[in-house]
């Protein structure tokens, strides 16, 4: 990748639960709390600025520049350890962050397909907006969405937001498809149902360029170093959105498709 190209990019980083003995099924995603300082100590000695979703959606929707060197902080699920560690790591540096929510899984008496792990509560987002956070929609129960039936998909869409908007007493215009996964029919699904913007994963560094409902964002995964974290805010070690799908990433939607026909909505991870 040369200078030029390094320079248009921008990396959003995807974490999941930062503890020290996540359960098993979220492990691969699990940063320790002593890695997350170190990453997050890599993100400020960067110089990149660090921004939320909304801003970038204002620059890809041509409303208002980026700073120069931006940086995104992104938190899927909502994690128990989110408003209260995380959440004042983050802040003590000063790094603004957006959380994406399940609001199945953070409900009393909710629904949702994710596996038992410790989760924060709903009442818990006013708590990461107090602290500076942006928050985002992550679904109801955390389905492969482009699985779904259209009048599934639009639920799960639709009621994981007024969930949110009823807690915070706001607009809230961001989603993030679980576990990335989208197809042609999801983005336009999330367009109609009012979203602003929608974070996909695809491992790779977004851009000015990039899709308003298909933000590309790299997955830190627990056997990353501090060293992929300086790769990755240098704009290298990633490939740079937008690009299309490959086939592999076709073939294997279209099979997981066919497999939720027999068996219904399935968790998305």
């Known amino acids: 990748m040369n200078p030029a190209q390094a320079a248009q990019a921008i990396p959003v980083f995807l974490y999941h639960a930062v503890m020290d003995d996540p359960p098993e099924w979220i492990a691969e995603f699990t940063v320790t709390p002593r890695e997350f300082a170190s990453q997050l100590d890599a993100v400020v000695d960067s110089g990149r600025i660090p921004v939320t979703v909304g801003a970038l959606a204002d620059r890809l929707a041509g409303r208002a520049p980026l700073p120069a060197r931006p940086v995104l902080l992104t938190f899927d699920d909502g994690f128990a350890d989110l408003p209260g560690p995380t959440a004042e790591a983050l802040a003590g540096r000063g790094l603004s962050a957006t959380a994406y929510l399940t609001t199945g ?43 779904l039936t259209s009048r599934r998909l639009r639920a799960e869409l639709l009621d994981s937001r007024a969930v949110l908007e009823d807690t915070l007493g706001h607009a809230v215009p961001h989603l993030a498809y679980p576990h990335g996964y989208n197809s042609p029919r999801v983005r336009a699904a999330a367009a109609r149902a009012g ?23 790299l997955i830190v ?25 490959g086939p592999k990433t076709v073939a294997w939607r279209w099979y997981r498709h066919g497999r939720a026909m027999l068996r219904g909505p399935e968790f998305a991870g």
């Open 105 to 147: 899984a953070l409900s009393p008496g909710g629904r949702s397909l994710l596996p038992p792990a410790p989760m924060m509560t709903l009442t818990g987002a006013r708590r990461l907006e107090e602290s500076g956070m942006e928050i985002g929609s992550h679904t109801v129960t955390h389905a492969q969405l482009d699985t």
């Open 195 to 217: 979203y602003e913007t929608a974070a996909a994963v695809r491992h790779a560094l977004s851009s000015e360029r990039d899709e308003r409902y298909r933000i590309a964002r």
């Open 221 to 245: 995964r627990r056997g990353h170093t501090v060293a992929d974290v300086e790769a990755w805010l240098a704009g290298g070690g990633a490939r740079i959105a937008p690009y299309r799908d």
